[in-house]
């Protein structure tokens, strides 16, 4: 699975716990809790989008260098 939707899924069960919950600290734990969870995933798109940018630009690169040896 994706780890970004696997992060949202984890934070919509905490907000689900939360609803559930009737104890106020509790429900604030489980809503910070949701909370990290979809900062997390945030962080993971940034990291998987830079990721699919880098990778073509580091074949090229490979690529350019293995062709030196044919000049």
């Given at each position: 699975?994706?780890?970004?939707?696997?992060?949202?899924?984890?934070?919509?069960?905490?907000?689900?716990?939360?609803k559930?919950?009737?104890?106020?600290?509790?429900?604030?734990?489980?809503?910070?809790?949701?909370?990290?969870?979809?900062?997390?995933?945030?962080?993971?798109?940034?990291?998987?989008?830079?990721?699919?940018?880098?990778?073509?630009?580091?074949?090229?690169?490979?690529?350019?260098?293995?062709?030196?040896?044919?000049?």
């Amino acid at each position: 699975m994706y780890p970004p939707e696997e992060f949202l899924k984890h934070a919509a069960e905490c907000k689900q716990m939360a609803k559930l919950t009737r104890d106020p600290a509790s429900r604030a734990t489980w809503s910070q809790m949701a909370e990290r969870w979809v900062q997390c995933a945030d962080v993971a798109k940034v990291q998987s989008s830079a990721a699919r940018l880098s990778t073509p630009a580091r074949r090229n690169r490979r690529a350019a260098s293995s062709l030196g040896h044919l000049e």
